[in-house]
């Protein structure tokens, strides 16, 4: 449509990515640059990066805040548990998302797009209030202990709220709808009869579904993947409403370092380390995914 | 027959798990007790504490405002996005404007507020703009981790179908104007809504960012929420998922009966 850039395009074309550069990119070359500036009391509790005094320019830049970091097991021990947090709930949604997915997808037309409505809808609903859902459920007078209670497992309400268990369940809860659309998206484009084709040529049911159907459906797999695994890994919500003491996630860490001890340095140091940590993986592996298909096609 | 029901048993159990938070929640929303868990009778008690309490109405309109100017304008850029990847086939150092409009989709929220949040506070010190925190910060920092969303669904579309019905339209001497308006945006509409209604829903359904660039007089939804949910019950909590899940209900009930109106035609 247009093969070269006329004048009138080109804010046509740069506005957005303009914006992108000035609320995005500045924002975290800003956060860089406070991760290692040196904090003070004040109002912005850091030093300059630069400063004039008699000595002439001085440079106040320090990488403290990262060796304070990652010298203190307390916060490493954060980031591990949000990976395994986002890695485990991921592999939880895939194994519940999964038979699902393949079953609406399997379903009679007229009945799979009201069972697909029904996917729709706790993805559209509330997060906040879907999580909240299992707080009320949870609770020691909730409806689960009661019917424990009344169906003689325990004697006692006991205490399922405040672990890292509850935060497994509420996670998988939450985003198990954003693992089952994208599966479903590529199930139901899958020709059924290629699996008769298989049975007909002889291969066991375990047969076909690694070698025909997983890698069909593989895309699928991935997209799901992500959109748990990235969302998951830097988790606030979840575990400040289910979790307890027992296990802490980087997303609460970096929360309670600003607003708690309102120490600006440490909380952008450990949110630049969460981007290398946790979000370079992502994109490193996004890129090979995208080389691998690109090869294969 | 096996297979069968294995098939009903996987669908009841997973659907069951969708829903029964969702239904225990909507049960207790008519409990006529202060102690969310204890059952004392049926009322709409909860209901008439809701529409009368001033700080959720204001926070769910000031909510609506901000998703839907939030929508507007991220569905713009992420048309213009998705334009100027797909159809300007000379467009320098592409890989770079892709990593520019993706990136935000793989930062964590918690990171991206507290970014923005610095961002603000450093351009209030140096310039004096936004002057203070509130509607207008949470507003732009809604667009902008909306855009890449809106911008991926757009381009998907653009690039899954027929160029050459556009290139059919100029080679039978369509001026470029008329080709967007009578060729290209009949075929993308449906993306430009389905991108519009992902923006509104993301922002009316983000707590993280807005707690952090929020100000005075920019409570939304979410945030109230949150405060009164965070250490304990609230019986108006639950009177008001009732009723969210009541609009999404319709919404998706006459999304369908749309559709498959269309379809029938």
């Known amino acids: ?297 | 027959m096996n297979k069968l029901f294995f098939k009903i048993l996987t669908l009841t159990i997973g659907f069951s798990f969708l829903y029964f938070p969702i239904l225990t929640l909507i049960a207790y929303s008519f409990n006529d007790n202060k102690r969310v868990m204890v059952w004392k009778g049926f009322s709409f008690r909860w209901y008439k504490e809701l529409f009368h309490n001033e700080q959720i109405l204001e926070a769910f309109y000031t909510s609506l405002k901000i998703a839907s100017l939030s929508a507007t304008f991220a569905t713009v850029m992420g048309v213009m996005i998705g334009f100027s990847l797909t159809r300007i086939s000379k467009i320098p150092a592409r890989p770079f404007f892709i990593f520019l409009s993706s990136s935000p989709l793989v930062m964590p929220e918690i990171i991206l507020g507290l970014s923005l949040l610095l961002f603000f506070i450093s351009s209030n010190h140096i310039i004096g703009f936004p002057s203070s925190k509130g509607q207008l910060t949470v507003l732009i920092s809604h667009i902008t981790f909306s855009v890449a969303f809106v911008a991926v669904i757009i381009q998907s579309r653009l690039s899954s179908y027929d160029k050459n019905i556009e290139e059919a339209a100029q080679d039978l001497g369509t001026i470029p104007n008329m080709i967007f308006w009578k060729v290209t945006a009949p075929v993308i509409l449906p993306a430009i809504l389905s991108g519009w209604l992902l923006a509104f829903t993301l922002s009316l359904d983000d707590l993280v960012v807005a707690s952090f660039t929020t100000g005075p007089g920019a409570n939304t939804l979410p945030i109230v929420v949150f405060s009164k949910v965070r250490l304990g019950l609230s019986p108006e909590v639950n009177a008001l998922s009732a009723i969210i899940m009541l609009i999404v209900i319709l919404a998706a009930i006459s999304i369908y009966l749309i559709n498959r109106s269309n379809i029938k035609k």
Not at chain 1, 26 to 52: C, N, Q
Not at chain 1, 266 to 283: D, E, Q, R
Request: aromatic share 16%.
């Open chain 1, 1 to 297: 449509m247009i093969k070269n850039l006329k004048k009138q395009n080109v804010w046509f074309v740069f506005t957005p990515y303009l914006w992108l550069v000035l609320f995005f990119f500045v924002p975290l070359a800003l956060i860089f640059k406070i991760s290692i500036s040196v904090s003070e009391w004040g109002m912005p509790p850091y030093r300059d990066l630069f400063s004039l005094s008699e000595n002439g320019l001085e440079i106040n830049s320090t990488l403290g805040n990262y060796l304070f970091i990652f010298s203190d097991p307390f916060y490493i021990r954060s980031y591990l548990n949000s990976l395994s947090l986002a890695f485990t709930s991921t592999l939880l949604c895939l194994l519940i998302g999964y038979p699902i997915a393949f079953y609406v997808a399997k379903s009679k037309t007229s009945i799979r797009n009201i069972l697909l409505i029904m996917l729709i809808i706790p993805f559209w609903s509330s997060f906040l209030l879907r999580v909240y859902a299992w707080k009320v459920l949870l609770q020691g007078s909730g409806i689960i202990n009661s019917i424990l209670i009344h169906i003689g497992l325990i004697s006692e309400p006991i205490s399922m709220l405040h672990n890292h268990y509850a935060v497994i369940l509420g996670v998988v809860y939450t985003y198990l709808p954003f693992m089952i659309l994208p599966l479903y998206g590529y199930l139901v484009k899958f020709d059924l009869n290629l699996i008769d084709a298989s049975n007909d040529l002889g291969a066991k049911p375990f047969n076909t579904f690694v070698k025909v159907i997983l890698p069909l459906s593989l895309p699928g797999i991935v997209a799901g993947s992500m959109l748990v695994f990235i969302p998951v890994v830097g988790e606030y919500i979840i575990p400040e409403m289910l979790g307890g003491s027992d296990k802490l996630y980087f997303g609460k860490i970096i929360w309670d370092e600003f607003f708690v001890n309102r120490d600006w340095p440490i909380a952008s140091a450990l949110a630049m380390s969460g981007i290398v940590i946790l979000v370079f993986p992502i994109i490193i592996f996004q890129l090979m995914y995208a080389k691998y298909n690109f090869r294969n096609e």
